[in-house]
């Protein structure tokens, strides 16, 4: 049986993954995040999860492994993790009463294969009040995410509509890379069944 990695410390790719009952072990990737200037939002999460990838495969060679990486993109530009309040409040501020699209890259690693691929999902705001963005600072949810919000928590009250795969949004596209892990005869028979 091919045992799968998934090369994340992220605890919400780890509950997604966890609830589809596909058999997985968590490594932290620890891989060099910095994207060129001008890199496409789809070309960067794609290498972004290869790179997390490739780390933990060498650990691994045996395995599948699986890296992601997820952006938010407005006008054009890339919004990573805001590095303090004002950085969150100023990202949330622009994302207000408009839309933006979130892209997660996946890259799956094994002795015979490598694939990447990413979704795009566009995530449109309601318009907020300052009142309201503070107020969402204060939680603290904000500093680990990408865009400086999180869909599956308490971020989920600024969101008007989701034109997409809400899955992409919250960090993995659990539709698509169970559809790959079947196609590289990773998962079998049922649902989630490992290859024997």
């Known amino acids: ?42 070309d960067a999460v794609e290498q972004l999860a290869l790179r997390k990838a490739e780390a933990v495969f060498a650990h691994y060679p045996d395995a599948a492994v699986i890296g992601a990486d997820t952006v938010v993109v407005q006008d054009g530009r890339i919004l990573g993790k805001p590095a303090d309040a004002s950085e969150a409040a100023a990202m949330i501020a ?15 690693i094994t002795a015979n294969e490598t694939v990447m691929f990413h979704e795009k999902t566009d995530v449109e705001f309601w318009k ?39 899955f992409t949004v919250v960090g993995l596209p659990l539709s698509s890379l169970y ?17 024997k």
């Open 94 to 108: 622009s994302l207000s009463g408009t839309v933006h699209s979130v892209y997660t890259g996946v890259a799956i």
């Open 1 to 42: 049986m091919t045992s799968i990695i998934l090369a994340s410390s992220s605890p919400r790719r780890k509950e997604l993954l966890s609830q589809v009952l596909i058999p997985f072990t968590v490594h932290a990737a620890d891989a060099d995040e910095t994207i060129s200037p001008g890199t496409e939002p789809s």
């Open 179 to 195: 559809r790959h892990l079947k196609r590289l005869g990773i998962l079998t028979g049922g649902l989630s069944s490992p290859a």
């Open 128 to 166: 907020l009040t300052g009142e309201e963005i503070a107020a969402y600072i204060q939680t603290g949810e904000p500093f680990d995410k990408a865009g400086g919000y999180g869909i599956q928590s308490a971020g989920a009250l600024f969101v008007k509509a989701v034109h997409g795969d809400y």
